[in-house]
């Protein structure tokens, strides 16, 4: 062990030796060479890619040396200006602050887990060997970053920066936070009022105690004020099974909202409460970044105020706007490649963020489970995007988000926005979201809850997902992908936008059995027409509840392409017409197929006279064999109640029953456990 009084650890210049190897393994274009050259940098041996991915942990050792002993530290024990580094197995049994922290290879840094300590350091800490937070559940562990100067952050990719204050784990180190579960949060039960001390939820609340800190999202519809933004945040007094007594009672309402397709939505309640901490302050926000070849265990924690910022180049209304600052996000593996697989993120909660929550960035094989982020600036769940939109993003790949939430992602200032989101489907392969969250998103123009963004494609298993009071829409993709791409079991509700808006030019999508209802601009928009087998609406069931003029809309064409078919859909509620076709005269004409709808009251269908003549428009109503043609009238010629002319045509298909969704959704989070072993 070492420590230097009011001093900084400095890495060795690199000799020539080490630069030759630095350059040798920076040529190597296989997995392993990033891995060997982040091993390098960090100090640790030039390896291959380190453990076995599938690996068990290794079992935490608590025999060594106690922190509070001063014999260990050569007589003294460390102080808030000692730069520590342990070689060691060293136990903290104390409450202590330093400067900062180095756990070098082969040191291990263990918090005794029954007691609750709170580890403070004024600069890094780095992990070359093991840290451990794992507590029992009746004591909390806390590292805390208390001194943080976030005007001197550099940003930067592989190597630790004296002055961005955070966790670091490099070489082979291993990180545990390993908190007691807590069910990531339950849907209420019934409707909620303002005023409402008791709450009752859907499911158990597992883990739940007096104390917890909880965020009530909200359920009304966008036609009340602050539909996308009416939170409570509430203290827990006390739990009974399922009912949970607040402290204070609450101070908005949170209808349950009946959507149809089977599905009857409570308010998510997410519990914000971990005994594992790592945090900054409010006046200095920390990161966790990790480079290290090892797979970490991140489960049960909190990190708050994370994610630094720093003046940008532009301002709004003649005020400085900030900006994240590159690579230092609430918890983000950098371009670990293969060496990430067999990582489990669990449980854990980015709050109170400055910047992105969860960024597996070119890092394969990361499992986010329960996972929640509240009140976050920029894309909450994300990778970094390419640089600019000539070149593809880099991927990441067999990435899962399973019963996760981005809950009030923000942006500075709102007003720009565009194209926020709270999951960024980036590109890569093998990834799956399900059963996941998207709420209180706000942003401007394209803003959403899930984004496939443009030069990003990535296929993913896409189910059973919801979206709702955003303030923009529930789904946005803007992608010309080569790739066919299914979305099932969605369901979006009272967003501000679009329950879907689909774009950009030419894809194929396929969108089955969903449920789209009360979005404030309606449930679909049309951008995008097909390439190759073209996109399909396919058993949807879409209700505007009186908050649109439209269910369905097509806007503008920039591409010709193949058709867009909406079949065996339901499509009801909407103030004018089920299906609107607007596509404008600076771009291609509509070649859209209605096949085998029911519809609401109202016309079926309304052809826009400032649109273009159609390429196409083919309409078969549900219980009907023949298929119409629809056109622009000649003039002097009555429209019909289509704002259109018709004629006979022939559908592609023969006629098919309508065949509406029947949504699965759990009503709380999945089930998390402890690290084992």
């Known amino acids: 062990m070492e420590q230097w009084e009011n001093g900084r650890h400095r890495r060795p210049l690199l000799g020539r030796r080490r630069m030759l190897t630095w350059l040798a393994v920076g040529t190597v274009t296989a997995v392993g ?16 890619a380190g453990p076995p991915p599938t690996a068990a942990p290794a079992a935490l050792d608590e025999s060594g040396r106690k922190w509070s002993d001063a014999k260990g530290w050569g007589g003294r024990a460390p102080g808030p200006g000692s730069a520590v580094r342990i070689t060691d197995k060293v136990v903290l049994d104390t409450d202590a602050r330093v400067g900062s922290l180095l756990i070098d290879t082969g040191g291990s840094l263990v918090f005794a887990k029954g007691r609750s300590l709170t580890l403070e350091s ?13 507590p029992d559940a009746a004591h909390t562990h806390t590292l805390r970053f208390p001194d943080i100067d976030e005007h001197r952050f550099q940003g930067g990719g592989m190597t630790v920066v004296d002055t961005d204050t955070g966790l670091w784990v490099t070489g082979s180190g291993y990180l545990r936070l390993d908190g007691a ?18 709450v009752r939820l859907a499911a158990d609340p597992e883990g739940w105690q007096a104390g917890d800190e909880l965020a009530v999202t909200p359920t009304a519809p966008p036609d009340a004020a602050d539909f996308a933004t009416s939170y409570d945040l509430v203290t827990v007094q006390r739990i009974d099974g399922r009912t949970v007594t607040l402290t204070a009672p609450l101070q908005h309402a949170h209808p349950r909202v009946s959507t149809g397709g089977g599905a009857v939505f409570g308010a998510e309640v997410l519990n914000l409460t971990r005994n594992v901490r790592v945090e900054g302050t409010e006046q200095g926000r920390a990161h966790v970044h990790l480079t290290s070849s090892r797979p970490a265990d991140v489960r049960h924690a ?7 910022r720093a003046e940008g180049k532009d301002s709004w209304n003649g005020k400085p706007v900030t900006e994240p600052v590159l690579g230092r996000y609430g918890l983000h593996f950098h371009m670990l490649q293969d060496a990430s697989r067999g990582t489990v993120v669990e449980g854990v909660v980015v709050r109170d963020a400055g910047s992105h929550a969860f960024v597996p960035h070119m890092s394969h094989g990361i499992t986010f489970r329960g996972c929640i982020s509240h009140q976050t600036w920029e894309d909450a769940y994300w990778w970094d995007g390419p640089s600019d939109t000539r070149n593809p993003q880099g991927p990441s790949n067999d990435i899962t988000y399973e019963g996760c939430v981005a809950s009030r992602t923000v942006f500075e200032p709102n007003q720009r926005g565009y194209r926020l989101t709270g999951f960024s489907l980036g590109a890569g392969t093998g990834s799956t979201a399900r059963d996941c969250v998207a709420v209180g998103v706000q942003g401007a123009t394209g803003a959403s809850g899930y984004e496939w963004p443009e030069t990003s494609e990535g296929v993913w298993t896409f189910e059973n997902c919801l979206a709702h009071n ?33 774009g950009a030019y030419l894809n194929d999508f396929g969108y089955r059995a969903s449920v789209l209802y009360g979005n404030a601009a309606g449930g679909i928009a049309v951008h995008a027409l097909g390439r190759d087998k073209g996109t399909v609406f396919d058993g949807l069931l879409i209700d505007a509840a009186g908050q649109s003029d439209y269910a369905v809309a097509t806007l503008k064409h920039q591409l010709d392409g193949e058709q867009v078919t909406l079949s065996r859909s339901r499509l009801t509620g909407y103030r004018k017409a089920g299906v609107a076709f607007r596509a404008t005269a600076d771009g291609r004409p509509d070649d859209i197929a209605v096949l085998d709808c029911e ?3 109202g016309p079926e269908l309304w052809l826009d006279p400032d649109a273009p003549a159609p390429k196409q428009i083919l309409f078969r109503k549900a219980g009907q064999s023949a298929a119409v043609a629809l056109g622009k009238p000649a003039p002097g010629l009555a ?22 969704p029947a949504l699965k959704f759990t009503d709380s989070a999945p089930r998390t456990g402890r690290v084992t072993g």
């Open 302 to 308: 909190v990190l708050s105020r994370v994610g630094p």
């Open 122 to 134: 004024g600069g890094n800490v780095e992990v070359r060997g093991v840290l451990a937070l794992a």
């Open 599 to 601: 519809f609401g009251d």
């Open 181 to 198: 579960p807590r069910t990531a949060w339950v849907r209420a039960a019934a409707e909620l009022k303002a005023g409402d001390t008791v």
């Open 470 to 502: 955003n303030l923009e829409n529930g789904v946005f993709v803007w992608q010309n992908s080569e790739h066919p791409h299914t979305v099932t079991g969605f369901a979006a509700y009272h967003n501000g936008g679009w329950g879907i808006e689909h």
């Open 33 to 48: 060479g990033g891995v060997a050259l982040r091993q390098s940098l960090a100090g640790a041996a030039v390896t291959a």
């Open 639 to 660: 429209a019909g109640p289509w704002n259109a002319a018709t004629g006979p045509a022939t559908a592609p298909t023969p006629p098919r029953q309508v065949a509406l």
